[in-house]
């Protein structure tokens, strides 16, 4: 693991959200990074000065103050711009979801992430990555859970910029929230390095796919269970392909779909994130 010195530039990304949500976490995190390392702070209002922003870094090191949406979206740009294996990235989750974040090892609270910014270790991950290009940091659900908060995907992150006007039109409206409704079993395909797990004939309740630590990813997948709890079937492996009938994933902080047929792979090693030491 890389140590990081406090003399290193930074350039400090502040998402617009987390602006929104929690500004004086934000300019707890502002203070304690400028106060121990060079920082030069944007204030991106969209997606395309977020991703300029991130480009034009120069040998700054990227510091994403913002929820598990703006470091996904990072990542992402980083990923299709083939830049993410030389480039450390840091988070100060503020915002609105946090658990991917936390998950891979940042800290909770903006005073303690933010030192873990200038005085933690590069942590070298896995990557799943998808044949479209899009990433996933810490877990993948198919189906989705109905009753998660429907998080922006990366590829129409722009969605994240809208918050102040859909709350405007949601508090003038006077028509109750829809009710949504928890899905009913799936039938796919899943195979692991061209071996099927499981076949379109097995009604599931779910599956769910982690990046590992060793070059491989989890796979669990859960049947249908009628009386006694099934048993999950298990397996590991570098590709992961799922087909099935227009079905959704979660994918860290967004909802994807729908699809019939995808495949990740994964990446060993391919991104850094900085973590306490």
Not at 12 to 20: G, K, Q, Y
Not at 27 to 50: M, N, Q, T
Not at 150 to 160: D, G, L, V
Request: hydrophobic share 45%; net charge neutral.
């Amino acid at each position: 693991m890389a140590t990081f010195a406090t003399s290193d530039q930074l350039l400090v990304i502040i998402d617009p959200a987390a602006r929104e949500t929690d500004n004086e976490s934000v300019r707890i995190a502002k203070d304690v990074l400028s106060a121990g390392a060079a920082a030069k702070v944007c204030l991106p209002d969209g997606p395309e000065e977020f991703a300029r922003a991130l480009s034009r870094r120069g040998s700054r090191r990227p510091v994403v103050i913002g929820d598990d949406g703006a470091l996904v979206r990072a990542v992402t740009l980083l990923h299709r711009r083939r830049e993410l294996a030389g480039c450390v990235l840091s988070v100060v989750p503020v915002g609105g979801a946090q658990s991917v974040a936390h998950t891979l090892g940042v800290p909770a609270g903006a005073v303690a992430a933010a030192r873990a910014v200038l005085d933690g270790v590069e942590r070298r991950m896995d990557l799943l990555v998808d044949d479209s290009d899009g990433v996933v940091l810490g877990a993948l659900r198919i189906p989705p859970v109905a009753d998660e908060p429907q998080a922006p995907e990366p590829e129409t992150a722009i969605r994240t910029w809208l918050r102040p006007y859909q709350t405007l039109v949601r508090s003038l409206s006077a028509r109750p929230a829809p009710v949504v409704s928890r899905p009913g079993p799936a039938r796919l395909r899943v195979e692991v390095d061209g071996r099927t797990v499981v076949d379109l004939d097995q009604p599931l309740e779910g599956v769910s796919v982690t990046p590992g630590d060793r070059g491989v990813a989890e796979v669990e997948v859960r049947p249908l269970s009628v009386g006694a709890e099934a048993t999950p079937l298990r397996a590991s492996g570098r590709t992961v392909t799922v087909v099935g009938a227009d079905f959704r994933y979660r994918a860290d902080a967004g909802v994807a779909g729908p699809v019939r047929r995808r495949t990740w792979r994964v990446l060993e090693g391919a991104w850094g994130l900085t973590v306490p030491a």
